[in-house]
């Protein structure tokens, strides 16, 4: 590890602290010492960083034996983990056919913290394509991201809006009751088309990977220039692509 490259960024007691959390994960029911011997570290140092985890929900103390264990949050993280990696998965093969279709690029995106994350992605074999990469973030107040913040639970979308919205393109919306505006109307059509609100020329059809509560922290997309998405042509995307989202929510459980 070079001074230059990963130990500046390298943070000792979050190290310590995954450290402690993955040996409680493969070994729960260990106490305070016995925690402290195999990590070898000192029994006040792995007291402090296992009560940040604890007041965190990342462990929980058994009060009666005194012994540690994964907590709630820790639940949490696995389940988004198995639903992330189990989307990837099931996602691929139809981004693929879906990008196929059309020969255009194809997106699987998720919502994390006020942004949305590329996590899997299909670029078709041709010159003029848009162009991608993985865990490339955009905002959600523009572009498809609209569509996670339309599917977002409502105090996520407040708490957003309640900001500047910075403009990326001429056509990026900064308004937050015209923003608004489009999220209902994304919700009530279950769909989001984005003209240049990122990237100047360039048309995106978007739909969410639903759960059960009618809400999405994951949507597929397709994007193109806009000169080969004319109306007739965007009208069988947005329909293949809902089609997709729809097949996606149901192996996924989420329907």
Known sequence: ??????????VDAVDKAAALLLL???????????????????????LR??????????????PQTRVYKLGYAAALIGRAAMEQVDLVQLGQPILERLGREFNETAQLRIREGDQSLCVAFWEPQRELRVHTTLNRRRPLHAGSGKLLLAFAPPLLRGEILSRPLPALTD??????????AQLEEIRSNGYCVSRGEVTRDLVSVSAPILGPDGLADASILISAPATRLPDGILERCIASVRTAAAELSSMLGRS
């Open 49 to 62: 960083l296992l009560r940040t985890l604890e007041m965190r929900g990342l462990v929980t103390c058994t």
């Open 1 to 10: 590890m070079s001074e230059t490259s990963e130990s500046r960024y390298f």
């Open 171 to 180: 056509n990026t919306s900064t308004d937050a009751s015209v923003v608004m």
């Open 24 to 46: 409680i994960a493969s070994e729960p029911g260990l106490g305070l010492s016995e925690v402290a011997r195999r990590s070898g570290e000192s029994k006040a140092r792995v």
